[in-house]
């Protein structure tokens, strides 16, 4: 499909426009201006989708920097293997600027796949899932799931859905599985809207509300909570490329108030903290990154077994086995178990092979990743201070995929107190941070 943009001239005033032409006469340049712009290669997506994230402006000369920044941005709806941007002279002079896009595959027709997810296991997945629904950027998702993981439900995303980046949410479902390391079956109902709000391009906002019923019984006990919970959250984003970023920082912070409907004396809040800085520490060859991240989990209020946290996986500190009711009941490693949080990770990114198209039609690509994480988890902040450091060193590596993004292969080794341990593998879908 081929669409021309019309967009308005770059004006911001008389004053400015006069300040262009002198400045342009005192250098002497006489470079082409751009007339028209034009899209490529959206066949399904929507020409508005594209549109609304180019913005460089017509009748001015080519500005490079404009230009990536179009294409970066193109590149972050997910929506496409491959995106870049040419110029070609036109007759009268003037030069058409072309933005070329190869749609990333959009649509999982019914059908049933091996699933993983490190605190339930695997489990047999049955999906219906459209990534890019009526060519809108939507997403639309309807399955269930059998196995370590027992599950059904529905979502729904538009990411524009009310104007400019005010987005909707929904998610129903409902999912039974065994507890990562108590001693209980879990069966839990869900019910979640949430609204997004972008302010410029930087500064993005999100609030929500969900209503949750959860079930931990085993052979000899049961209990139950019913609660409803309100969300909100706000991030400063300046990253280049979201799913692999050379350059930028990523802050969020965000809260979640829950309040007991059944037992009504059940209240907790998260606060939770994310700090991300990125790098790009060479100048030429392929992508080098230095990225580093700092997590700080807080929780007031109501701090009971049911909802402890642990820390040794492929998000927070890697290294180390997953946990079982053996180690979590025999307290062989207590300090790996808690309700506040704080954690570091440092990685090095290597682009060995560069995202490309391959002649399948998909992306493919290969990042080495070299990592240290280190961190503390304890029940009570103001006891964070007495834990030793539990630290975890490894490598990995990083393949791009379509419609999750990335998919990440992680070994390390933990240690504490400079004991080491035998290592352990992690699998997960999208970047750490």
């Not at 975890?392 to 400079?418: N, Q, T, W």
């Amino acid at each position: 499909m081929c669409n021309i943009l019309n967009k308005r001239p770059f004006n911001k005033g008389l004053f400015y426009f006069l300040f262009l032409i002198v400045i342009s006469f005192l250098s002497g340049y006489d470079k082409p201006l751009i007339s028209v712009i034009e899209l490529k290669g959206n066949l399904k997506t929507k020409a508005f989708i594209l549109n609304r994230e180019i913005e460089h402006p017509l009748h001015i000369p080519l500005d490079s920097s404009l230009a990536n920044s179009d294409r970066n941005r193109l590149e972050n709806l997910g929506l496409f293997s491959q995106v870049i941007w040419i110029t070609e002279p036109l007759a009268d002079g003037s030069i058409k600027l072309v933005y070329t896009v190869v749609e990333s595959i959009y649509k999982v027709p019914p059908i049933a796949l091996p699933t993983y997810n490190e605190d339930y296991g695997w489990s047999i997945t049955g999906v219906w899932s459209i990534k890019n629904f009526m060519g809108r950027n939507q997403n639309l998702s309807i399955g269930g799931s059998i196995g370590a993981e027992d599950t059904y439900g529905f979502s729904f995303s538009d990411p524009w859905i009310f104007g400019n980046h005010v987005s909707l949410g929904i998610n129903i479902g409902r999912t039974l599985y065994k507890h990562r390391f108590l001693d209980r079956e879990i069966d839990v109902n869900n019910f979640s809207v949430k609204f997004g709000r972008w302010f410029g391009r930087k500064i993005k906002s999100m609030i929500g509300l969900d209503i949750e019923e959860k079930k931990y019984f085993n052979e000899k006990s049961f209990d139950e909570f019913n609660y409803y919970g309100l969300l909100g959250s706000i991030k400063y984003d300046t990253r280049d490329i979201f799913w692999s970023p050379g350059k930028g920082v990523l802050f969020s912070h965000s809260l979640y108030y829950r309040k007991g409907i059944y037992p009504e004396d059940f209240q907790t809040t998260l606060w939770s903290q994310s700090y991300s800085t990125y790098f790009k520490i060479n100048k030429s060859g392929k992508k080098r990154v230095l990225a580093l991240n700092t997590k700080v989990k807080r929780k007031l209020g109501i701090k009971n077994e049911f909802f402890i946290n642990y820390i040794g996986n492929s998000t927070t500190i890697r290294g180390w086995d997953l946990p079982d009711s053996n180690l979590f009941y025999s307290q062989l490693e207590p300090f790996r178990f808690g309700h506040e949080s704080l954690q570091f990770s440092i990685e090095i990114r290597q682009d060995i092979i560069p995202k490309k198209l391959i002649k399948t039609g998909i992306e493919f690509g290969l990042t080495v990743v070299a990592f240290y994480d280190f961190g503390m988890i304890t029940d009570d902040w103001k006891n964070l201070k007495e834990e030793s450091l539990i630290n975890g060193i490894g490598a990995g590596i990083r393949i791009p995929f379509p419609i999750v993004g990335v998919i990440r292969l992680d070994y390390g080794f933990g240690f504490r107190e400079g004991v080491f341990n035998s290592g352990s593998l992690h699998l997960g879908i999208g970047q750490k941070f």
